[in-house]
């Protein structure tokens, strides 16, 4: 078992895999390699210009023969001509780790791994080849020690913390990945965390500061979840405040009452005004592009009413949807043009269930006439001076095809802007992104039940409108039919 975690650890799993081991950790010059010496019985270095660059994993296993081999396992980021480069350095004849030999060694995988040199005791720099210069690495200098007397033991040393950077020596870069390679191994939840503090230091002292900032960004993340509720009747009495608030919102939004501030940050919760200004847009459309021709009343004020109408229009070959109302304009002929049947955007989570948007294409400006002759001589039977009342069904729904897309084009605005109106409105009185995502999740499905029904029941509306039998309780129809 021992043997296969070690082979887990040269193939570098162990960024992606929890193995066991012993992390040391401590700020620089904190005692580390006293604690390592006394844990390993290695010599480890303390020459200022080998400090801890990298991390060193230690394994000692109990075996009949003494051995000691070397290698370096590379950072789970390195490019590949540097991965071949470490994976070809092996160290299998090394006798002894005493402190000479072991500097050494050290010196080797800071050249290999390309780390920036230190000067040495005579003040000069050390060689290094002219590749990627830096301080500090991911690689690994993997270090396994076998013999009869040896424990099962694996540990890691890691390059100590360090809290302000050195001129040319350390960047604040250097600084934040050093604390992200440490942060690494205490995630592990299988590392044993050995930390080490100097005994002239207070440990408190040292990490109040640290301490204090995250305190207070817990504080303020709970503050804004408000007061604790741990029993199931306070958990009830938060989901009651928030729903008597939106209902009180909903309320006023309602009856147009925006005195609240949420209305002057969120205009999308104006949903009174909004649905009122897509009523407006519906009628005049309805009355403009709602029928295949014309009716004669409109033959000779063309440009009066076309003037009178605003509209959302747009070429044919120019169809996109917008996120609010547009007034549309006449063409240069003073006729309107085509409009469209939706106004605003869909949420995401409507997309498959609303109606597209689709162009509205204006009526036959003259001819209704002929058409109507045309259809009746079409479908003449054997009627003396009558027709075939079903001829009247034909007109109607020849008449009033663009009745469908208007409809549903309008119903799908209407529940567009419901849907975000609750959204947003949920958003705002939930203290957390947390509490908005679980309830937006438990409703949406009823959301969308309701959303579905409305649509089926327009689409039975005009089943019923278009395709039955035209009928009507006016007492005034025949009379005004005989004068016309």
């Known amino acids: 078992m021992l043997a296969k975690i070690d082979k887990l650890f040269a193939c570098n799993v162990g960024h992606y895999i929890d193995l066991p081991q012993i992390v040391v950790v401590g700020d620089q010059s904190s005692g580390k390699s006293s604690v390592l010496e006394g844990l390993t019985r290695l010599p480890f270095p303390r020459d200022s210009g080998l400090c801890t660059r990298f ?38 004849d090394v006798d002894n780790l005493g ?10 995988a800071q050249q290999l791994m390309g780390i920036m040199p230190r000067s040495d005791d005579n003040g000069n720099k050390e060689s290094m080849p002219t590749r990627a ?9 993997s270090i396994q020690v076998s013999g009869p007397d040896e424990e099962h033991l694996t540990v890691i040393d890691v390059p100590g913390i360090f809290q302000r950077v050195t001129k040319d020596v350390t960047t604040k870069e250097d600084k934040e990945f050093v604390r992200e390679m440490v942060a690494g191994y205490m995630r592990n939840p299988r590392s044993i965390m050995l930390t080490v503090v100097p005994a002239n230091v207070d440990v408190a002292t040292q990490v109040k500061v640290e301490i204090n900032k995250k305190l207070k960004k817990s504080r303020a993340e709970l503050e804004a979840l408000g007061s604790k509720r741990d029993t199931p009747a306070e958990q009830s009495r938060f989901l009651i405040d928030m729903a008597d608030k939106f209902q009180n919102i909903v309320g006023k939004a309602l009856a147009a009452r925006y005195s609240d501030e949420c209305f002057a940050e969120h205009p999308e919760l104006k949903i009174a005004t909004l649905v009122v200004q897509r009523d407006e847009v519906f009628s005049k459309d309805f009355a403009t592009h709602g029928h295949t021709y014309r009716f004669k009343d409109f033959w ?30 006449n063409g240069a002929d003073g006729q309107l043009k085509n409009i469209f049947t939706r106004h605003f955007e869909d949420a995401g989570d409507l997309v498959d269930i609303l109606h597209p948007t689709k162009a509205i294409v204006q009526p036959k400006a003259r001819g209704i006439l002929d058409w109507i002759t045309d259809l009746y001589e079409d479908s003449r039977g054997f009627e003396l001076g009558q027709f075939d009342p079903s001829l009247l069904a034909t007109l109607l729904k020849a008449q009033t095809k663009n009745w469908q897309g208007l409809a549903l084009g309008y119903t799908s605005d209407v529940v567009a ?5 609750i959204q947003t409105l949920l958003e705002y009185i939930c203290p957390g992104p947390g509490t908005y995502q679980n309830l937006n999740s438990m409703i949406m499905d009823h959301l969308m039940d309701r959303y579905q029904k409305a649509l089926n029941e327009v689409e039975f509306i005009l089943v019923v409108e278009r395709f039955g039998t035209p009928a ?13």
């Open 55 to 92: 991390a060193t994993q230690i394994t000692f296993r109990r075996a009949t023969v003494k051995s000691i081999s070397v290698s370096v396992i590379p950072g789970k980021d390195a490019p590949p001509d540097h991965v071949d480069a470490l994976r070809g350095w092996k160290r299998a």
């Open 99 to 108: 402190g000479e030999q072991f500097a050494q060694i050290m010196r080797e």
């Open 133 to 141: 210069r830096k301080t500090f690495s991911s690689d690994v200098l």
């Open 300 to 329: 000779d004020d063309d440009e009066k009413e076309a003037d009178a109408v605003s509209c959302f229009t747009q070429d044919d070959d120019d169809i996109d949807s917008t996120n609010h109302i547009e007034n549309g304009c």
């Open 417 to 421: 802007l419901t849907h975000t109106f």
């Open 472 to 484: 009507t309780q006016n007492h005034y129809f025949n009379e005004n039919l005989q004068q016309w």
